[in-house]
């Protein structure tokens, strides 16, 4: 009897969400994700603890206000993965800045414009639209950007602490595996997660912690490490991404492994023993 009554209430939350127009809602979700993360950046870094699962859920729950309409399956995790990887990290990266209102205000606005064009991203992958249209590129070219963006944060923020090469190598596997996930599942969006996705994921996040085990013993500037790690997935992935779509063709690998070679030939330059 308990369990009808929660399932009706759950109905009548719903339907209740489904009245607000949904620009509308886009709105206001990027208004309270906005302003929970500027009440955020008054607490120090000893508070991170707590404020990593509210971001979190509120960042899941606020996505799913926004995006109600026909969630299903595997779009219960995958569309949620970069609106809380890009919160989180996001957060996180704000502490490598000197606190105070002069980098918190513009830190807040980044936020807004990303999180909003998360959202719409978001949303054009739940609708499904065509791969031939337009609407379908520009989403999957915004996520992947996102994605990158990402990668970088989570990766400059990690090479900051100096900690061991292990905890590097699990630390980056463990934030690749999901949001390679989640790009390799965009290209087709099945409503289920299919076997050969899992496994190319899993060889991302392999690949890319083996690389963070290199640079790790390798003086560079956490900032040079952060490119390294985010040059490296965005090639791999672009790479897997074009074969799973059938378009890994010479120039497309030409392209990737020039963008990977310069970051890397930038980076050996910016080193001083």
């Not at 009808?4 to 339907?15: A, G, P, T, W």
């Not at 955020?40 to 000893?46: A, G, N, V």
């Not at 392209?255 to 970051?263: G, H, R």
Request: proline share 3%; charged share 10%.
């Amino acid at each position: 009897m308990l369990k009808i009554k929660s399932l009706l209430q759950i109905d009548k939350l719903v339907k209740w969400c489904l009245k607000i127009e949904k620009r509308f809602r886009f709105v206001i979700s990027t208004l309270i994700l906005s302003l929970t993360i500027l009440i955020s950046t008054f607490f120090l870094f000893d508070k991170a603890w707590l404020f990593i699962p509210i971001l979190a859920v509120i960042a899941y729950l606020l996505t799913y206000f926004s995006i109600i309409e026909e969630i299903e399956k595997s779009e219960l995790l995958t569309l949620f993965i970069v609106p809380i990887f890009f919160t989180i990290s996001y957060y996180l990266f704000y502490f490598l800045f000197p606190i105070r209102w002069l980098t918190r205000v513009p830190f807040v606005v980044i936020y807004s414009f990303s999180i909003y064009a998360i959202l719409l991203t978001s949303n054009i992958l739940n609708v499904g639209v065509e791969k031939s249209l337009q609407l379908y590129r520009a989403a999957f070219s915004v996520n992947y950007f996102y994605q990158s963006v990402i990668v970088f944060l989570f990766s400059n923020i990690l090479f900051s602490f100096r900690g061991s090469y292990f905890t590097n190598a699990i630390v980056m596997g463990i934030a690749v595996f999901p949001l390679s996930l989640q790009l390799y599942w965009s290209v087709k969006l099945n409503l289920n997660i299919e076997r050969e996705l899992l496994l190319y994921s899993l060889l991302t996040a392999i690949i890319i912690s083996q690389l963070a085990v290199i640079v790790s013993f390798v003086p560079f500037k956490p900032s040079i490490s952060g490119l390294i790690i985010t040059s490296s997935y965005y090639s791999l992935a672009g790479l897997i991404n074009a074969h799973l779509d059938d378009r890994l063709f010479e120039q497309t690998i030409k392209e990737y492994s020039f963008v990977l070679a310069f970051v890397i030939l930038i980076a050996i330059l910016t080193l001083s023993w």
